[in-house]
């Protein structure tokens, strides 16, 4: 009956679904209320009922008469003498006992019936808070919002919020000069009107239903669009009111897909006539810079309207027109088409502009030139902060040069400072190097050559350049931009060669660097310094890789056996070298093993005893003083380059990159001077 009762009021009893179905879920809630309330007053009356009936003692009194009688009428069961027959004392006894028996029964059931009435009055008002708290929680998804503190809105306040945001967007949108937008609010209610009429709002309204059915948890309320149910509870990703509020607007998308037949090119005939069109287009329209004209001869402008015409064609033929009578001297004037039918797109460009003679350009570089403090806090990004340190210090020993801007294809290569000190100081312990192109005979490339860690290990050798290229900024930019392994997300160098997928952890390069660095200050380079001497004489026992490969595994050799060379334990040092040549067999021809044992032995035996002495990191610094002298200060000092042939001088960037070089290589210097000391 509840059931029946409550689905009548949310779903309304009249045809009209205007009146049907306005403000009934607040009704039904005030209304069970009332039904609650009402037998809460009612089950206080029956209690206080309850009260009287126990305060008089009635039931206790023939409960006590009872037990009297029944043991009268057992006292008197033998009593058959004449006397007792002739009084009928054990008849009028029984008899007495009934009679009790019988009031005390109808005094129990008359107290049953009442508990009766007030547990099931109870259980009814059970009902009806369990059919209230469904109401409840449905005014608290469409309108109230969950729990106080849950910060959960309703389905109503969360649409107008979004209706709120999405105005405050539009008003922001507005407020961008390069924008218009051709609506209003006028034009807008119209829209409303023509597209969601009382008809069909009528007909949105129906299609909304309640349903009410019981369960062994109690009642479940329902409301159904359709035959399609809103959301009761949450899900795992978010609330019921986010649900229902994303269901509602994808219910109303259909009722508004005829508004975009509306076109922009319609709006704009029934807004401006063609003339004011054009020149409003003309006077908001242009490059976005400033710049003197007589030092832009090239320059040229070009207008374009961008719109879908639609039938709208005559009227923008008249535009057109118009464009061209108001900018004869504009290179073009053009009508383009665009699928986009509800947006027009003016454009005015100024093709073929000089950046550096632009006027923004030419007050920041001379504001910048002018700077006399850190250049570097007038940057963000890593790239420009590095490249500013280094051009402050292009006037400064050692290079006393004058100061300039870095060309930008460098300066992108200073983003990670580290990477670039990494490329410089593997070019100077040749690591990096030019080598002969395996695939292309003749033709050289850059190559990343580090030490094998293990037999047959490919890592070894990473391409920088394609054969062909000796370019060292693209060398560069192969190394100091380390792809991202998508498993790992470490960086990792890779080789170039197409179909090739060898990568190395830049770690890996510091640990190569780190070895050449020990072998240098340790005085065990100069074994490696003989044996690559020798090796020029070995060309008819070693392979064509074996010259690239052997000297690097040779130094890790020696720091791995320098205990044994030192001391000239031969047998050790062959059994050693056994497995030193298994590892690098495709160094030489295998018919020269023992020959090639034989002569590394020589080299080893010289250094026997202490003839290996330690330099220390002076004996680096000179290296590194001899380096920057002989391959590095050639590419960037005007003296060297004034001798060179005008066709080989390096072009600027060459001498940009190489300056910058010298600077990080003159930081190791310094860095290694100050632990010297």
Not at 31 to 46: A, H, K, N, Y
Not at 424 to 446: C, H, W
Not at 661 to 676: F, G
Request: glycine share 6%; proline share 4%; net charge negative.
């Amino acid at each position: 009956l509840l059931a029946e009762r409550m689905t009548d009021l949310l779903n309304g009893i009249t045809d009209d679904p205007l009146i049907a179905k306005q403000g009934k879920l607040p009704y039904v809630q005030e209304w069970l209320g009332w039904v609650i309330q009402s037998f809460d007053e009612f089950v206080s009356f029956m209690r206080e009922v309850a009260k009287v009936w126990t305060a008089d003692k009635e039931v206790a009194l023939a409960r006590d008469d009872v037990a009297v009688t029944k043991q009268v009428m057992f006292d008197n069961r033998d009593a058959t003498g004449l006397l007792d027959r002739l009084r009928g004392t054990a008849v009028r006894s029984q008899d007495e006992y009934i009679a009790a028996e019988n009031y005390l029964l109808d005094l129990e059931r008359q107290e049953a019936l009442l508990r009766a009435v007030i547990d099931l009055a109870e259980s009814f008002k059970a009902v009806t808070q369990n059919a209230k708290a469904q109401v409840d929680h449905w005014i608290g998804i469409l309108a109230l919002g969950g729990p106080v503190g849950s910060g959960e809105q309703g389905v109503y306040r969360r649409l107008v919020e979004e209706q709120e945001q999405l105005q405050r967007r539009r008003e922001e949108q507005r407020r961008i000069k390069v924008y218009e937008y051709l609506t209003d609010d006028k034009y807008e209610d119209e829209l409303y009107r023509k597209y969601l009429d009382e008809d069909k709002w009528k007909e949105i309204l129906r299609r909304f239903r309640w349903t009410l059915s019981s369960g062994e948890d109690g009642f479940r309320l329902d409301l159904l669009y359709g035959n399609e149910a809103l959301a009761v509870q949450p899900s795992r990703e978010e609330p019921a009111t986010a649900i229902n509020a994303r269901f509602l607007v994808n219910r109303m998308r259909p009722y508004f897909m005829d508004i975009q037949n509306e076109t922009v090119a319609g709006r704009l005939e029934d807004l401006k006539t063609p003339a004011r069109a054009a020149k409003e287009m003309l006077d908001n329209s242009g490059a976005l810079i400033s710049y003197d004209p007589r030092e832009q001869g090239r320059a040229g402008q070009r207008n374009f309207v961008c719109v879908n015409q639609g039938v709208h064609v005559p009227y923008f033929n008249a535009l057109g027109a118009e464009l061209a009578a108001s900018a004869p001297n504009a290179r073009e004037n053009q009508i383009i088409g665009l699928s986009n039918k509800h947006r027009c797109i003016v454009l005015s460009t100024t093709d073929v502009l000089a950046g550096n003679k632009t006027t923004p350009y030419q007050i920041a570089a001379r504001a910048y030139s002018e700077y006399t403090g850190d250049r570097r806090l007038l940057h963000c990004f890593p790239a420009e902060v590095n490249a500013s340190w280094y051009e402050q210090r292009l006037k400064k020993y050692p290079l006393h040069q004058t100061q300039r801007l870095l060309s930008p294809a460098l300066v992108a290569l200073l983003e990670d400072k580290e990477m670039a000190r990494r490329f410089t100081l593997a070019m100077f312990y040749d690591l990096v190097r030019i080598e002969e192109a395996p695939s292309a005979p003749g033709k050289n490339q850059y190559v990343l050559r580090l030490d094998r860690t293990r037999r047959h290990d490919p890592t070894f050798v990473i391409r920088l350049t394609e054969p062909g290229n000796t370019r060292l900024l693209d060398a560069m930019t192969t190394f100091v931009y380390p792809r991202i392994d998508q498993e790992t997300g470490r960086k990792r160098i890779a080789d170039v060669t197409p179909g090739v997928d060898i990568r190395v952890e830049p770690e890996r390069v510091d640990r190569a660097l780190l070895l050449r660095r020990d072998s240098i200050t340790s005085g065990r380079e100069a074994v490696v310094d003989e044996f690559k001497e020798r090796m020029k004489g070995w060309s008819d026992i070693l392979t064509s890789i074996g010259d690239a490969v052997l000297p690097g595994a040779f130094r890790r050799f020696v720091a791995e056996n320098e205990r044994w060379v030192k001391r000239g334990d031969e047998d050790v040092l062959r059994e050693r070298l056994e497995r030193f040549l298994d590892d690098n067999e495709d160094c030489y021809i295998e018919q020269y093993r023992a020959e090639l044992s034989e002569k590394i032995l020589e080299v080893l035996r010289e250094f026997a005893g202490d003839r290996i002495q330690a330099g220390g990191h002076r004996q680096l610094v000179r290296r590194l003083e001899r380096y920057i002298r002989s391959k590095i200060e050639p590419y960037h000092r005007l003296d060297f380059i004034e001798q060179m042939d005008e066709d080989k001088r390096p072009d600027q960037l060459t001498r940009d990159l190489y300056s910058v070089m010298h600077l990080i290589l003159w930081d190791e210097i310094e860095r290694l001077e100050e632990i010297a000391v």
